[in-house]
């Protein structure tokens, strides 16, 4: 068994500017991720099984995790896989939990497999999945253009720290 943390990310500006001829909107936004993290477990197995902590977390397509899945094993040949994830990151909150999942899962993917492939080409897979994913093969903060997928390395000039709340409705 591997276990990989899955981090989340906070956007400390979020700017959306005209929509696509694609359909997705023009965006400009910093990311940064923060330690608080789900853990995803990697399992060799007979057959491929996704499993989660969080019963309300759908484990079919609509999961990032199977399509990160399905997206790896596309281009690179690999044996069943049990990927079991810990949700410790709030649902819906913001917080780009499932695209984290996504990008730890393609990264432990490759690892497993031998690392086939470069991390430019996690990160192309990653924006097939998903506009956030990429982010989460960065250094951790980012400035964000296009639909999220074009990311530039950035620095804070000061270290952050605060409180997150997200209220049970």
Known sequence: ???????AKLNLFF?????????YHEIVSLFQAIDLCDRLYFIPSRADR???????????????????????????PMPAIS?????????????????????????ALNELS?????????????????????????????YCTGRGEILEPFTL???LSGYLAKPHY
């Open 157 to 159: 000039p000061s270290p």
């Open 114 to 142: 031998g690392q086939p492939a470069t991390v430019e080409t996690l990160i192309a897979l990653g924006a097939s999945i998903g506009s956030d994913v990429p982010f989460f093969f960065s250094l951790g903060t980012a």
């Open 50 to 76: 996704i499993t989660c902590t969080d019963s309300t977390i759908p484990v079919d397509e609509k999961n990032l995790v199977v399509r990160a899945l399905a997206c790896f094993r596309a281009h690179f």
């Open 15 to 23: 700017r959306v500017l005209h929509k696509r001829l694609d359909g």
């Open 1 to 7: 068994m591997h276990s990989y943390l899955s981090p």
């Open 83 to 107: 990927i079991h994830i810990e949700k410790k990151i709030p649902i819906q909150g913001g917080f780009g939990g499932g695209s984290g999942n996504a990008a730890t899962t393609l990264w």
